[in-house]
């Protein structure tokens, strides 16, 4: 009997090996052990965490400086390891930083990319307690970010008026992933405790939770349209991608199970395309799925196969890619020295723009104010056609940051209070420097 194959216009979406000299070379990429993916991207630059010996820093490189880089400027204001950093949605020239340290910088772009090393930003924001971990710029609100933090809270915050907007608790252990949906309404985290969750950040509470992976290891999650996606491992150490809706939370739409590879899996989604992409940490190959709405709800298109390795990965904006040969995603792959751009291409020989493969995509410009934001308003993101090509923003608004002054204890009670946050913080200080020393006892033995 003959097997009827699924028609899909993404079937035959293939990858190439970069060439040599298409690589950004001589980089030192972190050897941090921090689950983020290392790399993140706008349409003018991308940014990489750099292995910093005192301190944290990371690089800003411009996509058209490919080949060998010889002396790379370095934002390096942090005091201790840069874990996350994320690009401002609609201002292409500020990007974000999260840190060991407790803080959140902003930090602004020099047009055509740094000259020299900068160690102040234009904001810093205070409140978290403990190291932050993952920040995320919201797809329709100007300035509003989120972070979260190995203190178990989610915080929103207008990064231009540097305040705390809303904070989210609920989350019993170390939180892993933080991710807004398409129009910046909700987030999904993952956490330590094995759980998923869903929530609006402006009603600060849990809407719904959910047991996604029994493994130790750490798991990650995404929207995809109105669903779900996370990704992670099972009690038997085997990579697993569950697909959840989050009106019926409780059981997965569909359970697959990757591999039984030990890497940390990295998904990404194309919302225009309805492909998912996964990457391993320690792989070196991209599987890539397409999405439908109807059971199994996924089907596997291919994979690109190389034999590096990557420790982190990052996809480009949609706006940017060239739809004269039919790319329809461009991701870079990080290694420990190389950042590699890997475009993924419709195999189709006619000139004219493919409008089937290339939907109004997602414009980069703010739907809502801030303001609007976090008093309830909801709106869908802007969007662009890209039958005219890539045609670069005149730059964005001028950013004003509102530098916020930390003012101290009023009376006896609050200075006493204060002093009672000190003595906890200098306690959980003692103890990293504990646990440091005996890192650095065993590596020297």
């Known amino acids: 009997m003959s097997k009827v194959v699924r028609s899909s216009k993404y079937r035959h979406v293939f990858a190439a090996q970069p060439k040599k000299e298409e690589c950004y070379q001589n980089l030192k990429v972190t050897k941090s052990a921090w689950d983020s993916n290392y790399v993140a991207a706008n349409t003018k630059y991308f940014g990489v965490i750099w292995d910093a010996a005192g301190g944290g820093s990371f690089a800003v490189i411009p996509h058209e400086a490919s080949g060998k880089t010889t002396s790379v400027p370095l934002f390096n204001g942090h005091k201790s390891a840069v874990l996350d950093i994320a690009f401002h949605s609609f201002n292409e020239n500020l990007v974000g930083s999260v840190s ?54 989610v915080k929103t915050w207008d990064v231009e008026q540097g305040k705390n907007l809303t904070t989210v608790e609920g989350h019993s252990d170390m939180i892993t992933s933080c991710e807004w949906n398409h129009n910046g309404s909700q987030i999904v985290t993952t956490c330590k405790d ?48 569950h697909i959840y809706d ?59 196969k190389s034999a590096t390795p990557q420790r982190g990965l990052c996809f480009l904006p949609k706006r940017c890619l060239n739809t004269s040969e039919c790319e329809i995603a461009r991701g870079l792959k990080v290694t420990p020295f190389t950042v590699e751009p890997i475009s993924f291409r419709v195999p189709r020989k006619s000139d004219i723009f493919q409008d089937d493969i290339y939907p109004d995509t997602y414009a980069g410009e703010p739907s809502l104010t801030a303001e609007q934001w976090v008093s309830g308003t909801n709106a869908e993101p802007k969007t662009i056609s890209l039958a005219n090509g890539f045609v670069k923003k005149a730059s964005s608004v001028e950013f004003k940051p509102v530098v916020q002054v930390q003012e101290g204890p009023k009376n006896e009670k609050e200075l006493r209070e204060e002093y009672e946050k000190l003595k906890i913080r200098v306690a959980y200080l003692e103890s990293e420097i504990v646990k440091k020393d005996a890192k650095i006892k065993e590596l020297s033995n």
């Open 100 to 153: 060991e340290d407790c803080n959140i910088c902003i930090w602004g772009i020099p047009e055509g990319g740094l000259t020299d090393s900068i160690s102040t930003p234009l904001q810093t924001l205070s409140g978290h307690k403990r190291k932050v971990g993952t920040i995320s710029f919201n797809p329709v609100a100007d300035n509003v970010a989120v972070t979260s933090s190995g203190d178990f809270l």
């Open 194 to 241: 094995k759980k998923a969750r869903v929530f609006d950040p402006r009603t600060n509470s849990i809407v719904n939770e959910v047991v996604c992976h029994q493994g130790v290891k750490n798991s990650r999650a995404i929207f995809a349209k109105d669903k779900v996606i996370t990704v992670g491992f099972s009690k038997t150490s085997e990579r697993e991608l």
């Open 246 to 304: 989050p009106r019926a939370f409780s059981t997965p739409l569909s359970a697959q199970v990757i591999d039984s590879a030990s890497g940390l899996l990295m998904p990404f989604y194309d919302a225009d395309n309805s492909i998912l992409y996964l990457a391993g940490k320690g792989d070196g190959n991209i599987r890539y799925y397409e999405l439908v709405d109807e059971s199994p709800y996924i089907h596997f298109l291919s994979e690109f």
